[in-house]
């Protein structure tokens, strides 16, 4: 018997444990594979406050000031660094997108930053001349992915939660005011709660209490490159989505950018079409011209959750009560992922958060579903 | 006309265009090198006037032969030197060749990429000095030199001895030919090493001529570590019988056989398996080569099998082409060079035995011991990792968490050993600690290369 029972370790799934258990919470966490080996152990790791989805705002500032304090929350260290971040633009109508974003951002008390191409110049003279607007926000930041989650979930157990790493849930049933979860090994649990935190497997676990939502598996095609000097330190994305770059503390450069490329969840791979790897290639020598002769040594992407709208469902389900949604992040989790966490331990403990979540609720699929112009945009 | 892609111009891939040749198909020969012959039968850089006669000793009549044959069917084919197959998707095999990038299409892929040096990491081994047992025979025979003056051959194979050979021949003091493995073990493994006389002999000369020429050769020794002030300038080891021995050299050449080079098979949609004799991750092939529809592979890269099987095997998997294109074949040829591919590998597996990977030698070493040296990472930065709460008990989970086998290299030099640590540490074995995956691209890229026109 458990409180809450938690299905998928990936980030969000870490952090709701930890912070339901910190509340006296018994937590049993299940995960299929690895705590944190799918898409929150294999994003880009950008910590961006930038350009989100407008509604998301007060989540992404609550989640940021968990990041800011991982260490002492976690115990451990996960390279977190605010690198800031630099927004930049080709051309007229992509500055006139950027100071868009701005605005939105400077409406939530962030500070960004204006720069023309004198400034640009002044401050990274190693942005080609193809950048001619830029935003920075110095508050942006970046961490390790693959030693995050990890690192919560080490947390989590030491509050005294219960992790099931290579265990795959099979069914899931409402039994009383609670649930059953059962186990492909056989194992049984009962608990009073539920969150569904499984990442591109999660509508499975929804469809078992009548709901769905649009989810399909996909990933952005990543590199990275041999160390090399240090050239620059804030994180850097162009508005096309076809760079977002960073350089590591020991010099690697690690490059995300769109067109997202196809992920097979059932077999769990996300390969990357080479021409894609050539593409984001030719993009990054473009914006930074001193990186055409760094070598690239590895490739990479993960199976994340995308729904069409591109934002993700957060919040209760509609016919279960207990049973709370978190997935479908859309390529951004990593950033709000604690925030995401900590309001899930509110609903299931308070009754509610204080922070809005209503624009992610699932019952935005019941009627019509909104196809938006990211999808559009960052997908081929 | 089907396209048929080889990759690799060493004995498997020139023995396979030959029998396409033969058949009046034309297929791509793809090669990395400068010249056609492989690592075995590398021919030195173009402008460079060699013995090779002298330099291939017992093997120059095999070499001057391959290069004939090569010479003789070279304008029957598409043959593409210096060019990198750095990524495959699908049919599609991504080129690199002189800085430029480009696609080439194949309905019917041979990949025979041949094999690298396995090593096991020690102390010290990173030093400036240290080279791989092949890459010592790569300066020889391409660049026509030696890796230093007075050289220590270190570690577990048959081919030491035909490198310290070689180096006498050319002109080095050879100060140690140091094998890990114990007489006892090798005598063992004659009944199986039996199946291939000649090769047998052959290794019994190379040992006769060590005797002679005054090499001290040691067996089942440990060796502690390689130590000097930014260059090597000795060799620590214990000998048999519990002896701690240093040997004063400026390089050593260290060597633990040789392994496939399979991540091309890996892109290519091989499935792999455990192989627990040479405690690696084999690409499955049926006799003939073939591993999935439109797939084939020869040579040491698919298995171990030494050059005389990569030609034999070459050969087979080109007339399993034909075969499965449906070009009518005779089996009288074929029966002959499946029979010789699997008695020779069968004496591979034999010496795979004799000579073995010294995976206690491995596990013992010092937490200090750097295990990937592209990525710095100690083995104590994996054993610690592995310790933790929610540690990796696989190995591609260890190198998410500690960057080993993230480097340049891509694992190709750590993984090994590193496959090693992770089974010593969990208990399990080779198969359960899992192999680092194949991904693009098999070696780096530059970036500037995406941008220029293409050839």
């Known amino acids: ?380 | 006309m089907t396209r048929i892609v080889i990759v690799g111009a060493g004995p498997a891939g020139i023995a396979a265009a030959e029998v396409l040749c033969a058949r009046g198909y034309r297929p791509v020969l793809i090669d990395e090198g400068q010249r056609a012959g492989g690592q075995g039968y590398r021919q030195p850089s173009a402008g460079l006037t060699l013995d090779m006669r002298r330099l291939m000793g017992g093997e120059a009549d095999k070499y001057e032969a391959l290069h004939a044959r090569f010479d003789r069917i070279e304008d029957q084919i598409d043959y593409r030197p210096r060019t990198l197959v750095w990524a495959i998707d699908g049919a599609a095999l991504h080129l690199l060749c002189d800085g430029r990038v480009d696609v080439l299409e194949a309905d019917t892929l041979l990949l025979a990429t041949g094999a690298m040096d396995r090593v096991a990491p020690l102390p010290g081994w990173t030093l400036p000095g240290v080279f791989t047992l092949g890459g010592a025979q790569v300066a020889l025979k391409d660049q026509g030199c030696l890796i230093g003056q007075r050289v220590a051959f270190l570690g577990s194979s048959p081919l030491m001895l035909l490198a310290a050979r070689q180096y006498r021949e050319m002109g080095g003091e050879v100060v140690v030919v140091a094998d890990t493995t114990p007489l006892g073990a090798k005598a063992a493994a004659l009944p199986q090493m039996l199946r291939a006389p000649r090769t047998l002999l052959r290794g019994l000369g190379y040992m006769a001529d060590a005797f002679r020429s005054g090499t001290p050769l040691l067996h089942g020794v440990t060796p502690l570590a390689v130590e000097g002030d930014g260059h090597v300038e000795g060799v620590w080891l214990r000998d048999s019988s519990g002896r701690e021995r240093r040997f004063a050299c400026d390089a050593v050449a260290l060597g633990h056989g040789i392994k496939p080079e399979t991540q091309l098979a890996d892109l290519a949609g091989a499935s792999f398996a455990y192989d627990a004799d040479f405690r690696l991750f084999l690409p499955q092939t049926d006799a003939s080569g073939r591993s999935r529809p439109g797939l084939y592979l020869a040579g040491d890269g698919a298995k171990i099998g030494g050059a005389d099987a990569a030609e034999a095997s070459g050969a087979l998997a080109a007339h399993a082409i034909l075969t499965d294109l449906g070009v009518a074949q005779d089996v009288g040829a074929i029966r002959p060079l499946a029979r010789k591919v699997a008695r020779l590998r069968a004496f591979q597996r034999g010496l795979a035995r004799a000579f073995a990977w010294p995976v206690a030698q491995i596990r013992a070493q010092p937490d200090d011991t750097i295990l990937c040296r592209c990525e710095n990472v100690t083995i104590g930065a994996v054993r610690n990792a592995m310790a933790q709460a929610l540690g990796p008990v696989e190995v591609n989970r260890v190198k998410a968490m500690t960057r080993c086998g993230m480097g340049r290299c891509q694992g190709r030099v750590c993984g090994p050993a590193l496959q090693e640590i992770v089974a010593g540490l969990t208990g399990q074995d080779g198969a359960t600690a899992g192999r680092l995956r194949g991904q693009a691209p098999v070696k780096p890229v530059a970036l500037s290369t995406a941008s220029a026109p293409t050839p």
């Open chain 1, 1 to 380: 018997m458990a409180d809450v029972a938690i299905i998928g370790g990936g980030l969000i799934g870490a952090w709701a444990a930890f912070f339901l258990a910190r509340r006296g919470q018994r937590v049993v966490l299940f995960e299929k594979g690895t705590v944190g080996a799918q898409s929150s152990g294999t994003n880009f790791g950008n910590l961006r406050l930038q350009g989100r989805f407008p509604g998301q705002y007060p989540l992404s500032l609550r989640s940021h000031a968990l990041w800011e304090d991982f260490e002492a929350l976690i115990g451990e260290g996960c390279e977190f660094a605010q690198t800031g971040h630099l927004y930049c633009a080709f051309d007229e109508d992509e500055q006139a997108k950027l100071e868009g974003y701005a605005q939105v951002s400077e409406s939530h008390g962030l500070a960004i930053e204006r720069l023309d191409p004198a400034e640009l110049r002044r401050r990274f003279p190693w942005l080609g001349p193809a950048t001619v607007a830029a935003t920075f926000s110095a508050r942006d930041a970046t961490a390790n992915p693959r030693l995050a989650t990890p690192a919560v979930g080490r947390a989590a157990q030491r509050c005294g939660v219960d992790i099931r790493e290579n265990t795959r849930v099979s069914a899931v049933s409402q039994q009383g005011s609670g649930f059953v979860v059962r186990t492909a090994q056989g194992d049984e649990l009962a608990c009073g709660s539920l969150v569904n935190a499984a990442g591109a497997w999660a509508v499975e676990m929804a469809s078992c209490f009548g709901e769905t939502a649009p989810v399909f598996a996909a990933g952005p095609p990543q590199f990275v490159t041999e160390p090399l000097p240090p050239l620059f330190t804030p994180s850097l994305q162009t508005i096309d989505g076809s760079v977002i770059a960073r350089q590591t503390e020991r010099g690697n450069v690690i490059l995300a950018g769109y067109p997202r490329t196809a992920a097979d969840a059932t077999a769990n791979r996300a390969p990357v079409p080479p021409v894609k790897t050539l593409a984001a290639m030719r993009a990054l020598a473009r914006v930074v011209p001193a990186l055409a002769h760094g070598h690239v040594i590895r490739v990479w992407s993960g199976i994340e959750g995308y729904l069409p709208d591109m934002i993700p469902v957060i919040g209760p389900s509609l016919t279960a009560p207990g049973l709370f949604h978190a997935f479908g992040f859309c390529g951004h989790g990593f950033q709000i992922g604690p925030g995401v966490g900590l309001c899930l331990s509110e609903m299931i403990l308070d009754g509610s958060t204080p922070t809005p979540l209503e624009p992610f609720s699932i019952g935005r699929f019941r009627t019509e579903t909104v196809v938006s112009d990211k999808f559009r945009k960052e997908f081929d």
